[in-house]
């Protein structure tokens, strides 16, 4: 006869650790909406379709494989289709089927989507300074690319920040 297993107790956090679960939580709340705001304000864009715009600046010839965008990108394909279809109402993005493999689409930033991620960057950059790296050391920006690596590879062991395809797309800038 088999015995009901004893239910493990939880494991708590410790009062260091949930302190810094409150701190990393309300940074993940508000950060977002500080950056979409000032994007919003400046450029009349989102910060998705920022993100968008700058990853495919960074790729080869301008252009990604939707999947591989949305992969960069944390969104789905269905969410990065809609943004893709605005900004192809722009002017700025175009879509073709893949000439590798025409089962997959591709997305190309366009030479006026191109000017208009180079005209938007400064002030984004400037935001993303002013909100973390003039509050950090340089050693804490270390920590924290390391410790947001740590913690998006224990989410996502295949994650690009993880495999180092966001680091390959830096590199072709």
Same mark, same amino acid.
């Given at each position: 006869?088999? =015995?009901?297993? @004893? ?17 990393? #939580? &309300? ?18 864009? #989102? ?9 495919? &600046?960074?790729?080869?010839?301008? =252009? ?35 000439? @590798? ?18 005209? @938007? ?53």
């Amino acid at each position: 006869m088999e =015995t009901p297993e @004893t239910p493990q107790e939880p494991r708590w956090l410790d009062d260091e650790e949930d302190q810094a679960w409150i701190a990393l #939580s &309300s940074m993940l709340m508000r950060l977002p909406a500080a950056l979409d705001a000032q994007l919003q304000r400046d450029a009349g864009l #989102s910060h998705f379709e920022y993100q968008v715009m700058s990853g495919l &600046s960074m790729a080869p010839e301008r =252009t990604l494989r939707m999947s591989e965008l949305a992969a960069f990108v944390e969104g789905s394909l269905p969410r990065l289709s809609q943004v893709v279809t605005r900004l192809e109402k722009r002017g700025w993005v175009h879509r073709s089927p893949d000439p @590798t493999d025409g089962r997959y689409t591709v997305a190309t930033l366009d030479d006026e989507g191109y000017d208009k991620v180079a005209a @938007t960057a400064p002030g984004h950059v400037e935001a993303v300074r002013a909100y973390i790296f003039d509050a950090l050391t340089r050693a804490q920006v270390r920590q924290l690319a390391t410790i947001g690596r740590r913690i998006v590879g224990a989410i996502d062991p295949g994650h690009p920040l993880v495999t180092g395809t966001v680091d390959r797309l830096r590199r072709n800038k």
